[in-house]
């Protein structure tokens, strides 16, 4: 089985050369397809990155060009690492469970 390779906020703004803020404002605008994970984390498929520079005119990195098509699962580890960049940056509130009796 294989899945499409996506790419996160962090990743994306890198490549578009935008800010983070940015990449999610044209999330919320239907400028760029993605899907929410759980945690609330962003991710955006290859395919819509790719025509969303293209259709746009962005030079096309070639860590995009070059990862485009289809991916194994063992690719689930690489993401998994792309996740821990995100939460590293972001701003996240903990809840710490009361201790039981």
């Known amino acids: 089985m294989s899945i499409e390779k996506a790419f996160t906020t962090g990743q994306v703004s890198r490549y578009c050369q935008v800010s983070r803020a940015t990449v999610l404002k044209w999330i919320r605008q239907d400028y760029l397809q993605?899907?929410?994970?759980?945690?609330?984390?962003?991710?955006?498929?290859?395919?819509?990155?790719?025509?969303?520079?293209?259709?746009?005119?962005?030079?096309?990195?070639?860590?995009?060009?070059?990862?485009?098509?289809?991916?194994?699962l063992d690719e689930a580890a690489l993401d998994e690492a792309a996740r821990s960049e995100d939460r590293s940056t972001e701003t996240r509130a903990f809840l710490v469970p009361s201790p039981t009796a």
């Open 34 to 72: 993605a899907y929410t994970i759980p945690g609330g984390y962003h991710r955006v498929p290859r395919s819509s990155l790719l025509c969303f520079m293209q259709e746009y005119q962005m030079p096309v990195p070639s860590e995009v060009e070059a990862s485009w098509g289809e991916t194994s």
